[in-house]
């Protein structure tokens, strides 16, 4: 039997919530892996609303003057799209992968600060639902003084002002009306929560790894996960200020980027995209370290360089806080500093390069098992290459003035977060089923979504590289037709719904297959780093022993010793020490202390909403109950006790 | 081979080839100047060296796929941690030819930032959702449509009235932002005589889209005339009891001279918020070039211009069909 | 548990620190009303006093210098970084056309 | 936090509570830096009219920096105390660097109603609205430093006393106040005397 220590349930203060299952074990818990799994739905659910805004957005430009959506409704779905796509789909689809992951794959039995990535997670839902509460209560018009035909929008009022809210534009006097300030604290919130989630990860990689696990014997996802949570640690302060002068210029009139005011619009460009250039990384780099594990899995090979991989790694993070400019070339700046700018956006090719070469060189001469994963991981490379490429050609700042703010720039940009980031995800998405679920996902169906998903997308955003050199400008709520679109636009069009149709089947692979899938046992790839050699689905407590780690790719190292010819021969015993590690997995056989659930971390969080809400209604009340509800959180929180204090109270009973 | 006889496909491959043929007016890949053909070249040369990559990294990428594909027979691999000189080599290469790159990009940057001599200087000056231009050395202000003398440079000044814009004559040249605040500038150089197409290329609010524009470059003689007539005054005394006549008491009573100005009409000249109509009728567009100058695109806009452009500070005067009328007779007039 | 953990300050020496600290700020305080006589000198004076300043309230008061080095490596790495950044887009802005 | 017997403690060498709360300071200067920069930026500009630096009264600001500065010596002090254990004088020194920090702050709400009655708002120009927001976030930081302050002192109250293990300590507390004491050394100078 486990031996679990059950924690205790009455504190001094609050009861402990102690369900175990149903609804309030998930509001209530602490555990990395639930709070991953939870992370996982809420961003696919975004990710799903995401792409209903754009197929709305492909069905307008699917013919030249088309009318299906009106000028307010496609600004509000374009705004919407992007807002969502990156904040409420990739970066929390990427935090749901570090939450499951990273304590696994450092042998962790949870991340550094339970109840502080509970916090960081409903925090996110929170801002989510706050943000997207504007379709409910938001209003937006005209610019002052502007005309409008008919009603604003039939979908409700949303952000109108663009993903980047560039100013003047987005400020009060152009987007009169509440949408753009939910847009501005939503935003705001979802920004506290990926900040305390960077402060847990790094703190997490740093202090809970287990013994031997140095840091270069780290799986590279884990190492992507350390260059992105300081990417986050120190872009996200840069755009809080900037919102921070958002909302007041929109709601206490001053005048921080308005030049009536003597305020400098191109500053907010300068702010936002400081941080929003390394937000680039942060969307792709989790995807590099979910390829980096992959391809080496399943060509049987380690992976090719991994210390240039991991430094390539951390030179794009780095580099990527000295490139934002090239967001404005064609902006208010100097040629000076459009050639600094455009040179340090050549260097950040090259460590993306040397990544690039060294998958090639790790898939090169292995043994290719071309499953769904490996499909994907190998698709990702194809079309980041195609992205990276692209990129390439906008550090070319004069042949960047051209392309910049054409769909030239779609382009680029959906090839490297929809061909880089998402087919990264969805590599990952299927190489971890088995680990999260004990059951395996169906390989037909898996290939039917890879294969529709890449033809899908090439149609997609193939032709938008085209349609940019033809002139088509970005934001574009209508083209004429004498501009000779047409074709390629319905072309694209159609690509996005297939793209649409290989999500359908995604979704039928994973509901059918999380129910009636083969059981998967504890390591179905023969695979090469340590959670794999735990059971599937993970125990609650992860690692019933702390495993000591001894190389670089350790559980392989476990199972196969190189013969002379430096091929893998499995090991003799390797099976019956399999058979143990997954005996053991299931029995612990050491008393183990799980963090305990908590209310705190959900307080805390319902309290943010409120406050953005009394800042854009200006309602004391509203105020009061938010800040109350902060402050119930944080006391609640700091008067439980925290475990090694029942570990104590328990040896002393 | 069933599949090539359906028409359909010969239907579909006949639009693809037409598409790729006809003539797209904002294509950035037809340089009609030296300083968009400075970018082209540029651009050319970049995309040659990524289609060399590209077809590197792609074959080594399929080969691999084909060649290494795990089969029956295949033994489980050499286990290959990686190799110092490779990744030296991958390194340095990218360096090498980026910095070759490099060179010409600088160049190119400081040659298109620089001032041409005599060049002619022309005011832009962005609003939501036209562009205006102010010719100071002529006194001439016109909007939407932009003239220019043939093979002659044009410094173009530009600032914007309210949100930030971005001037794009993909043919001429790239972008250039139009700040609050902040000049900019930006050079246009046309070869011969021709109309370019114009775009608003900064998403600047509910009717970006529609805010385009034209570039007409011009012999000089043409030139030189376009500059004299734009200097003159419109007709003021219109023949009586003529449809005209009537629309320019429409054109003063109903409220147009608030926003709008004709030169030597009611007013005195100055700068208002809507274009300046002294000489409409030789536009050959309106309403931010979103609609071609036509009777009939004129009564569609004076019925209800939010209709054409959503946000639009032109407000629906109400004006009846008959006004309308008279008004399009007497805009016809301003030549 | 810091391994290399190095004795803190007895309270006496907190106080001669702070004293430090006070006759900084005093000398930061007349510079600013000597600016006529001191000139150029004057800001660069002043940011010297208040990096100093910084120095030795981080390093004594906050423990800095008797720390683990990782942590000195994350504060400065903050500094450095922020400092690069944001003086690039002053030198930027400060070459901008204004109207 | 989770760690049973097997499990390794800080392969860093560093507490874990103590490297997330470094890790927080060094955000901590990128909002600050934010703020600053754009203060300096719109502090280079010219604007019609009275100008803010003109009001300031330095001697009063010297005084109440000092005073914050001063408020390190006694948090320092109040730490040292609970290294030795000595709960009394460590709660003498912790009211008092609250009552330092309160003091402070009065002087801040003070500077800010003088400058209101000169006319300065919030929205009057972009010199003022930079000047409120920089030094109101200071403020703020300062506010919450004292409430955590009062805090620990009420918990110090108790029976058990403060220490130096578990949660949120007087450590971290110590830590966050000096830092928002070095914030307005860079402040004092950048905004008052530059």
Known sequence: MTKIIEPKKQSNIFKRPSSETGIWSWITTVDHKKIGIMYGYAAFFFLLIGGIEALLLRIQ??????????????????????????????????????????????????????????????????????????????????????????????????????????????????????????????????GIASLVSAFNFITTILNMRTKGMRLMRMPVFTWMTFAVSFLLAFSLPIIAIALFYVTFDRQFGTTFFLTEGGGDPILWQHLFWLFGHPEVYILILPAFGIVSEVLPTFSRKPLFGYPAIVFAGFGI????????????????????AQAGFGLSTMVIAVPTGVKIFNWLGTIWGGKLKLNTPMLFSLGFIGMFVIGGLS?????????????????????????????????????????????????????????????????????????????????????????????NLGFWNLIVSIGAFIIALSILVFMANWIYSKRKGPEAGFDPWDARTIEWSIPSPTPVWNFSKAPEVKSLDDFWHMKYDEDEDGRPVRKEGADA?????????????????????????????????????AVIYKMLPLAILGTLLILIGSFGWGTEPLEEEFMEDLENE | MKLFKSKKIFLLGFIFIASCIEDAPLDSLSPAGPYARSIDELFWLTFWIAVGVFVIVQGA????????KERESSPDPKQIHGNNFLEILWTIIPVLILAAIAVPTVKTIFDLAREPEDALKIEVIGHQWWFEYKYPDFGITTANVLVIPEDQPVRLEMWSNDVLHNYWVPKLNGKRYLVPGQTTYLNLQADSPEEFW??????????????????????????AAWVANEQSYAEKELPESSLAAEGQLVYLNAGCTQCHVIDGVWDVQGDRIAPNLTHFANRSVFAGAALKNNPENLTKWLANPAEIKPGTFMPNLELTEKEINALIAYLGTLK | MSVDHKPHPKPAQYVQIALVLGVLTAIEVALYYTEDFVGVFTDPLLIILAVGKFVIVVGWFMHLRFENSLINKFFTGGMILALILFAIVMFERAAANFI | MSDSHSYPHEPTGVETRKLGFWIFLSTEILFFGTLITTFMIFKGRDFPGIKLTDVYDIPFTSVSSFVLLMSSLTMVLAHNALENNDQEKTRVWLLSTAMLGAVFLAGQIYEFTEFYHKGFELSSNIFSSTFYVLTGFHGLHVFIGVVLLLALWGIGQRQKGLSLDGGMNLEFVALYWHFVDIVWIVLFTVVYLI
Not at chain 1, 116 to 143: C, D, E, K, R
């Open chain 2, 61 to 68: 990428l399929l080969f691999s796929v084909f060649y290494f």
């Open chain 1, 391 to 483: 990129g390439v050609t906008h550090s070319i700042v004069p042949a960047d003035t051209q392309q910049t703010d054409t769909y030239y720039v779609v382009a680029h940009f959906h090839y490297v977060l929809f061909g880089g980031a998402m087919f990264g995800i969805f590599s990952g998405l299927y190489y971890w089923f088995p680990k999260v679920w004990g059951k395996m996902y169906n390989e037909a169906l898996g290939k039917i979504h890879f294969w529709l998903m890449i033809i899908g997308f090439n149609l997609t955003f193939g032709p938008m590289h085209w349609l940019g050199l033809q002139g088509q400008v970005r934001r574009t709520w209508v083209y004429a037709e004498e501009t």
């Open chain 2, 198 to 223: 114009a775009q608003c290329g900064e998403y600047c609010g509910l009717s970006h889209s529609k805010m385009r524009g034209r570039v007409i470059s011009m012999t000089e003689s043409d030139f």
């Open chain 1, 61 to 190: 430009l699917a013919s030249p003057d088309n009318n299906f959506l009106s000028a307010a409704e496609y600004n509000a779905m374009f705004t919407m799209h992007g807002t969502t796509m990156i904040f409420l789909a990739i970066m929390p689809i990427s935090a749901a992968f570090f939450n499951y992951l990273l304590p696994l794959q450092i042998g962790a039995r949870d991340v550094a600060f339970p109840r502080l990535n509970a916090l960081s997670f409903w925090i996110f839902i929170f801002g989510g639902v706050f943000l997207y509460s504007t379709f409910l209560f938001g209003t937006a018009g005209a610019p002052q003084g502007g005309y409008l035909a008919e009603e604003v929008s039939r979908l409700g009022s949303a952000p109108n002002g663009g993903w980047f809210g560039y100013q003047p534009n987005a400020g009060f006097k152009y987007s009169p009306g509440t949408a753009m300030d939910y847009w501005a604290i939503g935003l705001q919130i979802l």
């Open chain 1, 577 to 613: 020490l399999l058979a143990e590690l997954e005996e053991e997995g299931l029995n612990p056989s050491e008393e183990i202390v799980l963090p305990n659930p908590s209310y705190f971390p959900i307080i805390l969080a319902s309290g943010l909403p409120f406050l953005g809400y």
């Open chain 1, 317 to 336: 993070a780095f580099i990527g806080f000295g490139v934002w400019a090239h967001h404005m070339f064609a902006s208010a700046i100097s040629p000076v």
